[in-house]
């Protein structure tokens, strides 16, 4: 348990700390009961209060997440319930931003900071790498460093050069780091939870151009599970999730391609194609289990990326399916992602991303005549 | 400061304490903001190389810039820390010789900046120290064999920040005085006094942390030191090729925060002005930079050879500047040191160093799998897959040399 920030409210008989809770009580009762639609970027905001509402150690900072409520509006509101000590603007400075959450977390703090877009976290390179990942390992268990790294990623927004990137495999290859990245509504709220309520630092991939997606979903119940799982000592952590079942072959995804993923299964639905599509959730810790479960019984996989292929997640994905499941494979396992080209700009993107066709085309490939 | 739940509070930290500090200094001096921001005309010097305490005006301070001289009791026990420190220094560096230690970035000829960094923090204070600060980390009170450890082989680090308060010896350089300013920003938002001293060299000034580092703590207002040795060397690269400031302290303005140059060989001037930079932080004044003048007198490390980038002279010059021999001669003159004190001493200086060639001579056994137990808190599948695969690997070894042996 962090040591706790003293509020004004114990020096003048908890009158602003009543305040504060009737106004939480009152924003949860404002959500209707039952599944609402709900956006990416709410059911994260909501995380994020919710959060900061059960442990008063957990801070928002970054650039632009203050008084705006971020570019993407994922801090929307923070400054105005939780006052500006616990939600902050920064001086323009990711390396200053990550080293400063790491001092915070040394001393106390459960820091959820925010980089504006993923290509702009690069400055912050050095602290990530060789701090935030080391600091655990370094001081022999002594330190922990419960922070949280938001990262928006991923293109299909039209977005200019730096603001389409997928830098997980970065992250992903750094020992010491966990890497957190939901596809869903429902798994943008309860993954976000978990990240903060972790003791170990995550990088949480945040795809973007999913902010906007709207699924049915119950926020209060979602707040209800994960307090009930939390108690427990549950985590979702290092769980794939089997985002449609099928039979002919799995297709396996993260984050913004995850739908697309789906859309493929759809489309090859309609010709007689069964495809099961794997939500990988956690990049690092990866759920082996889950994944190869389903190879297994298919025999064919595609894996499906933003990120440049060579040398990338996928490619680590590839190797260890194919590690452990190589006699139930009747074809090679094919990934379907970026070329090995700076991400381009915005005309020239749909000839970049892998969409549909180019999904089924590599399923079309495993060999269906063996 | 607090931090309130109640959205409806004052924000506090625009209310500018520092205003209110430097309009009591401006007000009371009758000098500028900028004059109280940018360091003295000189660097504060008390204790000369002869070590002759000098005349009240010729120390250095000016309206503005006063530092009341350390009692005798702290001096006492600095030097005693001198004393120690150069013994340390001296100790590290023949069990490299000997083949004991890969490598000790010695602090010879700059302990008194190592001494006065650990004295003037309160037991509640952090402290953030690089490669070369073992002697002010010991001083701080680490065990020096656990402060050697990260030389020694065995491990990264070999002490609990946590129950010290002082960061792991950080090898990338400058990138603790981010550190540095979160533990003082968590500290300030919980209501605690605390106070951090962030030491680096004059190379980590040319690193863009530096400048985030200053930045943030100033823009935070934060109980920050950034306490810079200037030792006139960043391996070979001299001060001339980091920085053309007026001197390093003058940057300490550029960010709305002040600064001042010490003679970093003179411990009195060293606590004098640690002490009070340390109480000013926490009184509230906000981040402050003290620069101190110092030399390295030794190569970077064992690794390197001085002899190709500077003169025998320069050296020289500053062999004469000695830290630890003006303090002597000052604290005998005084009578404050006699040769029973300089006995006593003497004695635990190299109690101390037979402490360390103790602990870095013996052969300490490495547990293989501590190498997946602290990647993290809760570890992963993928880990533990790993650790058997050594595991199992090591048995096979540990079987195949028995039967070897038989």
């Given at each position: 348990m962090s040591p706790t920030i003293t509020t004004s409210s114990e020096a003048n008989g908890n009158v602003s700390a009543a305040t504060a809770r009737a106004a939480a009580s009152a924003?949860?009762?404002?959500?209707?009961?039952?599944p609402q639609p709900v956006t990416m970027a709410k059911a994260l905001n909501t995380a994020l209060a919710d959060a900061?509402?059960?442990?008063?150690s957990v801070l928002v900072f970054g650039e632009d997440v203050g008084m705006l409520g971020g570019v993407f509006r994922i801090t929307d509101g923070l400054t105005a319930t939780f006052g500006e000590q616990r939600c902050f603007d920064t001086p323009l400075a990711e390396s200053g931003i990550v080293g400063m959450a790491v001092g915070m977390a040394i001393n106390g703090m459960r820091p959820v900071i925010e980089m504006q877009f993923d290509a702009f976290a690069y400055p912050a390179f050095e602290q990530i790498i060789s701090h935030v990942a080391k600091m655990h390992n370094r001081t022999k268990g002594a330190v922990k460093l419960p922070m949280v790294i938001r990262v928006p990623y991923g293109g299909g927004i039209g977005g200019v050069e730096h603001h389409c990137d997928s830098s997980e495999s970065y992250y992903a290859h750094t020992a010491g780091l966990k890497v957190f990245t939901p596809a869903t509504v429902a798994d943008g709220y309860r993954m976000l939870r978990e990240a903060i309520d972790s003791d170990d630092p995550v990088v949480f991939m945040e795809p973007k151009k999913l902010y906007w997606s709207k699924d049915l979903v119950d926020l209060a119940a979602l707040r209800s599970a994960h307090s009930a799982a939390a108690k427990a000592g549950e985590s979702s952590e290092g769980r794939a999730a089997v985002a449609r079942p099928g039979t002919d072959a799995t297709l396996i995804a993260y984050g913004p391609s995850v739908p697309t993923a789906l859309a493929a299964a759809e489309a090859a639905a309609l010709e007689g194609r069964s495809l099961e599509v794997i939500d990988v959730r956690t990049i690092v810790p990866f759920d082996d289990a889950t994944v190869c479960e389903s190879v297994r019984k298919t025999g064919r996989a595609v894996v499906i990326a933003e990120a440049h292929g060579f040398a990338s997640v996928s490619s680590e994905i590839v190797a260890r399916v194919q590690e452990r499941c190589f006699h139930f494979l009747a074809a090679p396992i094919r990934r379907v992602t970026g070329f090995d080209i700076p991400y381009p700009a915005p005309k020239l993107e749909k000839y970049y991303l892998p969409g549909v066709d180019r999904i089924l085309d590599a399923v079309d490939d495993l060999q269906w005549e063996n | 400061m607090t931090i309130s739940a109640d959205h409806t509070a004052q924000d506090q930290t625009s209310k500018a304490p520092a205003e209110d500090a430097l309009s009591e200094a401006v007000k009371k001096f009758g000098i500028?903001?900028?004059?109280?921001m940018l360091p003295a005309r000189h660097q504060i010097e008390m204790v000369d190389p002869d070590g002759r305490l000098k005349p009240e005006g010729e120390q250095g301070t000016e309206p503005g810039h006063e530092y009341p001289l350390p009692g005798d009791e702290e001096l006492l026990a600095a030097y005693e820390q001198l004393v120690v420190g150069r013994r340390v220094n001296d100790q590290n560096s023949a069990l490299v010789r000997q083949g004991r230690m890969a490598v000790y970035p010695s602090s010879h000829g700059q302990e008194a900046c190592q001494v006065a960094a650990a004295l003037c923090l309160s037991e509640g204070d952090w402290m953030f120290p690089t490669y070369r600060d073992a002697v002010a980390v010991m001083t701080r009170g680490v065990d020096p064999v656990q402060v050697m450890t990260i030389f020694r082989g065995d491990w990264h680090g070999g002490f609990d920040p946590l129950k010290h308060k002082v960061g792991i010896q950080c090898t990338p350089l400058t990138t603790q005085l981010l550190h540095a300013v979160g533990v003082a920003h968590a500290a300030k938002l919980r209501g605690e006094d605390t106070v951090v001293l962030a030491m680096c060299g004059d190379g980590a000034t040319s690193e863009g942390d530096f400048h985030e580092a200053l930045?943030?703590?100033?823009?935070?207002?934060?109980?920050?030191?950034?306490?810079?040795?200037?030792?006139?060397?960043a391996i070979s690269v001299p001060l001339a090729h980091q920085s053309v400031a007026p001197s390093l302290a003058h940057k300490a303005v550029g960010y709305g925060m002040a600064g001042e140059r010490v003679d970093g060989n003179d411990v009195v001037a060293l606590l004098a002005v640690l002490d009070r930079a340390v109480k000013l932080a926490r009184e509230g004044s906000g981040p402050l930079l003290i620069e101190a003048n110092t030399y390295r007198m030794q190569a970077h490390t064992n690794a390197d050879d001085d002899t190709r980038y500077r003169q025998n002279s320069e050296v020289a010059e500053w062999r004469a500047k000695d830290p630890v021999n003006r303090m002597r001669t000052y604290l005998t003159d005084r009578g404050l040191l006699d040769d029973d004190g300089e006995a006593r001493i003497r004695e635990k200086a190299e109690a101390v160093a037979t402490q360390l060639r103790d602990g870095l001579s013996e052969d300490v056994p490495v547990d293989p799998q501590e190498l997946f137990r602290h990647v993290f808190e809760k570890t992963t599948p993928q880990l533990k897959e790993q650790s058997a695969l050594l595991a199992d690997e090591l048995a096979r070894d540990a079987a195949s040399s028995q039967e070897a042996g038989k």
């Open positions: 924003a949860a009762s404002a959500e209707a009961s039952g900061m509402h059960a442990d008063s | 500028r903001a900028e004059d109280y930045n943030f703590a100033a823009v935070f207002h934060l109980p920050v030191i950034f306490f810079v040795q200037n030792n006139k060397y």
